[in-house]
């Protein structure tokens, strides 16, 4: 798992979190925390491209489980915290 996606998957996570009650727009906001997810799990695909690159077969498949269950944890939780983001600020309105 590279660094980038760990990064970036913490910055889909924060962008909701850290700015709920900013004055930014709602759909900025989602679209860059939703950006920031989608490009963490095209990082894990390129991972494995570079394994197969490789011929490292067996490092995919000790890698693959966990590779796609971080995958659906982000995306995952990057869609719950951006609901709970736009369902709040929709209450304050």
């Known amino acids: 798992m590279s660094i980038a996606s760990l990064i970036l998957g913490l910055i889909a996570w924060c962008i909701p979190s850290v700015l709920m009650n900013s004055r930014i727009s709602s759909a900025l906001l989602t679209g860059s925390s939703f950006f920031c997810c989608g490009f963490a799990v095209i990082l894990q695909f ?34 719950a915290l951006n609901m709970y983001m736009l369902h709040r600020r929709a209450m304050k309105k």
């Open 46 to 79: 390129i991972d494995i491209k570079g394994f197969v690159m490789a011929g490292d077969l067996p490092a995919i498949e000790d890698t693959i489980g966990m590779m796609m269950f971080a995958s659906v944890v982000v995306v995952i939780v990057t869609a």
